[in-house]
C-alpha cells in the first residue's frame, strides 16, 4: 500500500515562489518514478515533471527553468519549486508514483498512486 501526502500550497503574488512537498508512505519499490501534475479550473491534468529514484529528471518544456523537481530519498520525499509564479500556475497540483519510469511519464492515466492535491493560487 502506498499513500502520497502533498503540502505547500498557498495562495501567492505573481513573480513569487513557492514549495510543494510530497511525502510517501508505503513500498518504495512502488513509487520508483514520481511525478508532479497540475490541472487548471476547467482543464485536464498535466504533466509538469518527473524523477527517478536514480535521480533522472524529465520537464515538460513549458515549465523548464521555471520550477524543480527534486526528492530526499532518506525523507521519503518529493518537493517540486516553482519560481516566478504566473496567474496561469494556478491549479491544483498533485503528486504522483509509479514503479518504472519511461517517456510516457507525462500521462496521468499509468501513474498507480496520487495524492489529494494542494491549491496553489497566483494572484496578479
Known amino acids: 500500500q502506498v499513500q502520497l501526502v502533498e503540502s505547500g500550497g498557498g495562495s501567492v503574488q505573481a513573480g513569487g515562489s513557492l514549495r510543494l512537498s510530497c511525502t510517501v508512505f508505503g513500498y518504495s519499490y512502488l513509487t520508483y518514478c514520481m511525478g508532479w501534475f497540475r490541472q487548471p479550473p476547467g482543464k485536464e491534468r498535466e504533466g509538469i515533471a518527473s524523477i ?70 497566483v494572484s496578479s
Not at 53 to 66: I, L, M, Q, V, W
Request: net charge negative; proline share 3%; charged share 20%.
Open 52 to 121: 527517478a529514484n536514480d535521480g533522472r529528471t524529465t520537464y515538460a518544456d513549458s515549465e523548464k527553468g521555471r520550477f524543480t523537481i527534486s526528492q530526499d530519498n532518506a525523507k521519503n520525499t518529493l518537493y517540486l519549486q516553482m519560481n516566478s509564479l504566473k496567474p496561469e500556475d494556478t491549479a491544483m497540483y498533485y503528486c504522483a508514483a509509479r514503479s518504472w519510469c519511461d517517456n510516457n511519464w507525462s500521462v496521468p492515466a499509468i501513474y498507480h498512486y496520487w495524492g489529494q492535491g494542494t491549491q496553489v493560487t
